[in-house]
C-alpha cells in the first residue's frame, strides 16, 4: 500500500514563497503519476499540477501556469511543489495524490483517476 504524506504549508505575506514536499512510503513511487491538488474553504478540490513517472512532462492549472513548479525525485521517494509569487486565491489544503494510471488529455486533474492521497497540508496566503 503506497502511503503519501504532505508537509510545507504554513502563512505565507502576498508574493512569498513556499515548497510543499510529498513523501512515499510504502511501495516506490517510480510507477505512479503524481498531481497535487487544493481545496480552498467552501470550494471543490482542483488540480494544481501534475508530473508523470519520470518527472519528464509536466502540467499546471491555468491559474499557477509561470509561478508553480511540480518535481520528484524517484532515488528519495518523494515529490514538491515550489510554490512562488502566492496570492491570497492560493490558499487551500493541499493534497499530494498518486496512481499508476496514466491519464490522458486533460484528465490529469480528475481526481477519480487516483487511488493514493495524503492528509493534506494547509497553506494560507496573507494580502
Known amino acids: 500500500q503506497l502511503q503519501l504524506v504532505e508537509s510545507g504549508g504554513g502563512l505565507v505575506q502576498s508574493g512569498g514563497s513556499l515548497r510543499l514536499s510529498c513523501v512515499a512510503s510504502?511501495?516506490?513511487?517510480?510507477?505512479?503519476?503524481i498531481t497535487w491538488f487544493r481545496q480552498a474553504p467552501g470550494k471543490e478540490r482542483e488540480g494544481v499540477a501534475y508530473i508523470n513517472t519520470r518527472g519528464s512532462s509536466a502540467r499546471y492549472a491555468d491559474s499557477v501556469k509561470e509561478r508553480f513548479t511540480i518535481s520528484r525525485d524517484n532515488a528519495k521517494n518523494t515529490a514538491a511543489l515550489q510554490m512562488n509569487s502566492l496570492k491570497p486565491e492560493d490558499t487551500a489544503v493541499y493534497y499530494c495524490?498518486?496512481?499508476?494510471?496514466?491519464?490522458?488529455?486533460?484528465?490529469?486533474?480528475?481526481?477519480?483517476?487516483?487511488?493514493?492521497w495524503g492528509q493534506g497540508t494547509p497553506v494560507t496566503v496573507s494580502s
Open positions: 510504502g511501495r516506490a513511487l517510480d510507477y505512479y503519476v
Open positions: 495524490a498518486a496512481t499508476r494510471r496514466y491519464p490522458y488529455g486533460n484528465s490529469w486533474n480528475d481526481q477519480s483517476l487516483y487511488d493514493y
